[in-house]
């Protein structure tokens, strides 16, 4: 990843392939603005009439790179766009200086180092241009034939990430703007982890590697780790994981990973859907709709990532993840519409779709989690299509089985930059999944599919814990072109918000 350096250096005489400076939407035009003085004295006052010269309006994500005048020492200097200029005594909200970060670190793909003089006011600017940098210089090129290495950083037609940032005016002495810095490095390279996972083609990431790449880190990171292979699965009774799995030569896996903090007073259980490949199972997905299901097991990969970082953060809290880990493939053993599974928690369930699947594994997750009495319960998913037809493809749904959990949850999505909306969970959904043969069948009324899923999955947690199901369907996975920080493939959607809850349970500010 990207090294951050905290500098207090004056922009013009910083050695470096380019400045990085902010721009804003004024009202009679571009504005440059606070931190980037020196380097507009170096354009004789003029930067924000070359600027506009130039095409520049400041608007939010706006990129505009031009020569340095005589005074700078870096031949080039990135200006970006931070939306409209605050009023007056006001500065910039985090998510713009985050996204105009992460705009300029992929535009400097290449480069040895920057010099970041975006507004830096306080130690969570620091947090949010440091996570912009992260997140917007990654990239995923594994499997690139003239991918970049330690060895050869630049081998072939592949250009390595940025190799250093140095914020300006962020203080390498001051206790906060360190601690900024050091959070915000850990939480994006574990979310830079999981869209690795992400990203990764499916014959290579079944259930027993992502297993195992978990149980790499859980030793790395002082974790606790339990593997539930098949005849584990099948001793316990887990219907809807063995279900799921029955059709794929990959076996199915639930795996337990357990932070815990001698400082604890509260428990939050993270619960996450991992399908390495859904095909659909029988109830096979139409042409089409199979190139990017690898992307199925995002959920897990966001709780994965959100238990690490709380390890690495040392948060007062005490975190245990459950990753159902499955693969959905038609075969002449897999799961038919019309079988019926026996659930861990014993509840039967009709299986009239298997591509109505994750539920099935999310179901034996979250009753092996509400056995341990947990504070609260969040379970992360590419649940259903109809919460990409209700929301877009950049907003995730959050159900909950009390309002104000909800509510904190979507606070905590929307304090990190992570767009998502509070969904309600109809109770006359409930009877369309009544069955004839079974205590539940999978599927219920078509329209209002995602909080159809919600309630089914509602009857899996245990009586008294607060709960919420964040339904990422539309962000986890980019198909368009990359945006602010966000890049094409796999996004890391609800990494962020996981661990702030994670944070807020532990200093006692949530509930």
């Known amino acids: 990843m990207t090294a951050l350096t905290l500098s207090t250096s004056a922009a013009p005489g910083l050695r470096a392939d380019a400045i990085v400076i902010g721009v804003a939407k004024g009202a009679k035009g571009p504005v440059v603005a606070p931190g980037a003085e020196s380097v507009d004295k170096a354009y004789d006052g003029k930067l924000a009439g070359v600027l506009e010269t130039l095409g520049a309006s400041g608007a939010e994500g706006e990129l505009t790179k031009l020569p340095s005048p005589a005074g700078l020492k870096a031949p080039l200097v990135v200006a970006v766009g931070l939306g409209a200029e605050p009023e007056k005594d006001s500065s910039f909200a985090a998510e713009a200086l985050r996204k105009a970060a992460g705009v300029a670190a992929r535009a400097l793909t290449g480069a040895k180092k920057a010099a970041f003089v975006l507004p830096l006011g306080d130690a969570a600017d620091v947090g949010a241009v440091a996570e912009g940098v992260l997140l917007g210089a990654y990239s995923f090129t594994a499997y690139k034939e003239n991918a970049p290495s330690k060895s050869a950083p630049k081998a072939g037609n592949g250009k390595a990430p940025l190799a250093e940032a140095a914020l300006l005016g962020g203080k390498p002495r001051d206790a906060?703007?360190?601690?900024?810095?050091?959070?915000?490095?850990?939480?994006?390279?574990?979310?830079?982890?999981?869209?690795?996972?992400?990203?990764?083609?499916?014959?290579?990431?079944n259930p027993e590697a992502f297993a195992a790449i978990v149980?790499?880190?859980?030793?790395?990171?002082?974790?606790?780790?339990?593997?539930?292979?098949?005849?584990?699965?099948?001793?316990?009774?887990?219907?809807?994981?063995?279900?799921?799995?029955?059709?794929?030569t990959s076996g199915p896996r639930l795996v337990k990973l357990s932070y815990t903090s001698s400082k604890a007073k509260k428990h939050l259980a993270l619960v996450g859907k991992g399908i390495t490949y859904d095909s659909g199972g029988i109830s096979l997905k139409p042409a089409g709709h199979n190139e990017t299901m690898k992307c199925d097991m995002s959920g897990a990969a966001a709780v994965f990532a959100a238990v690490v970082s709380a390890a690495r953060l040392g948060l007062e809290v005490n975190v245990t993840g459950w990753l159902a880990l499955a693969e959905n493939m038609p075969s002449g053993s897999a799961t038919r519409p019309g079988d019926v599974l026996r659930?861990?928690?014993?509840?039967?369930?009709?299986?009239?779709n298997t591509d109505a699947e994750g539920r099935l594994v999310l179901a034996d997750a979250l009753w092996a989690a509400s056995a341990e009495k947990p504070d609260a319960i969040v379970d992360v998913a590419t649940l259903t299509g109809a919460m990409m037809l209700a929301l877009g493809s950049r907003t995730f749904g959050i159900m909950a089985n009390d309002d104000a959990f909800r509510t904190a949850v979507h606070e905590a999505a929307e304090e990190v930059g992570e767009p998502a909306w509070p969904m309600p969970l109809p109770e006359h959904l409930r009877k369309g999944m009544d069955s004839a043969t079974a205590d539940i069948a999978n599927m219920g009324e078509r329209m209002g599919g995602g909080l159809v899923a919600g309630l089914f999955l509602r009857e899996f947690v245990g009586e008294g814990i607060a709960w919420a199901h964040l339904d990422i369907a539309g962000p986890a996975f980019n198909d368009g072109g990359p945006f602010g920080y966000t890049p094409k493939g796999g996004t890391g959607s609800a990494v962020r918000t996981l661990v702030r809850l994670a944070e807020l349970v532990g200093s006692g500010d949530l509930g």
């Open 176 to 205: 906060a703007h360190k601690a900024a810095l050091a959070r915000a490095v850990a939480v994006s390279e574990e979310l830079n982890r999981a869209r690795d996972l992400i990203n990764m083609p499916p014959n290579d990431l």
């Open 215 to 248: 149980q790499t880190a859980g030793k790395e990171h002082g974790l606790k780790v339990q593997v539930l292979d098949v005849k584990a699965l099948e001793k316990g009774g887990y219907g809807g994981i063995l279900g799921v799995g029955a059709g794929s």
């Open 343 to 352: 659930m861990y928690s014993g509840k039967t369930v009709e299986v009239l």
